[in-house]
């Protein structure tokens, strides 16, 4: 039997609490205690994730990549089949713990295309779900796109009047709004006149 690789990956910081990279190994390492872990920060919308490629690199014929979630893996169905067709071809086993070991059979095949349509059609939902609820936010009065202001007007007029005797690294010493944010105020009042 070949070596066993364990891939774990979160996609923002936030998901390093929660369902994050400690929680997927310790899964990992009680399946396959002899494990190779590899823990990843990279989101799965893009391609490039240089952990995984490394990892993949390292995979030969026999061996078992494990991750505990197919998305994991891949976040849309032709880049998940792609990878998982990739390492098929090596002699490569993938084990995704929610799932079960996918097999390079026709039915392992039908299977792996199956649940990778319902992990893209979940990701779908979710975005459609997040940009419904931008539109109903959207309708409401006080609603305003992007974040929210940092400083009030007040506090810009006062750092602004300040530079007019101070450098921006003294201005932003005393008021602690940063010399972009002063630069970019001005260069908008002046822009508006």
């Given amino acids: 039997m070949g070596k066993i690789y364990g891939y774990?990956?979160?996609?923002?910081?936030?998901?390093?609490?929660?369902?994050?990279?400690?929680?997927?190994?310790?899964?990992?390492?009680?399946?396959?205690e002899s494990a190779e872990l590899y823990p990843e920060q990279f989101t799965g919308a893009t391609t490039e994730r240089p952990i995984f490629d490394e990892v993949v690199k390292k995979l030969k014929y026999g061996d078992t990549l494990v991750v505990t979630k197919l998305d994991r893996l891949a976040r849309n169905t032709v880049e998940g089949i792609e990878i998982v067709q990739e390492l098929f071809k090596k002699g490569v086993s993938v084990h995704v713990l929610n799932v079960g070991l996918l097999e390079n059979t026709s039915m392992g095949k039908f299977f792996l295309t199956t649940l990778f349509a319902v992990?893209?059609?979940?990701?779908?939902?979710?975005?459609?779900?997040?940009?419904?609820?931008?539109?109903?936010?959207?309708?409401?009065?006080?609603?305003k796109e992007g974040r929210?202001?940092?400083?009030?007007?007040?506090?810009?007029?006062?750092?602004?009047?300040?530079?007019?005797?101070n450098s921006y690294t003294q201005v932003e010493k005393m008021t602690q709004i940063s010399k972009a944010t002063l630069v970019r105020e001005i260069r908008n009042r002046k822009a508006s006149v």
């Fill in 148 to 165: 929210p202001k940092k400083y009030t007007l007040e506090q810009m007029d006062h750092a602004v009047g300040l530079l007019e005797k």
């Fill in 8 to 32: 774990c990956r979160v996609s923002t910081r936030k998901q390093l609490d929660g369902y994050g990279l400690d929680v997927q190994e310790k899964e990992i390492s009680e399946k396959y």
């Fill in 119 to 143: 992990a893209e059609m979940e990701r779908n939902t979710i975005l459609e779900r997040t940009q419904a609820g931008r539109e109903i936010a959207r309708t409401k009065a006080g609603y």
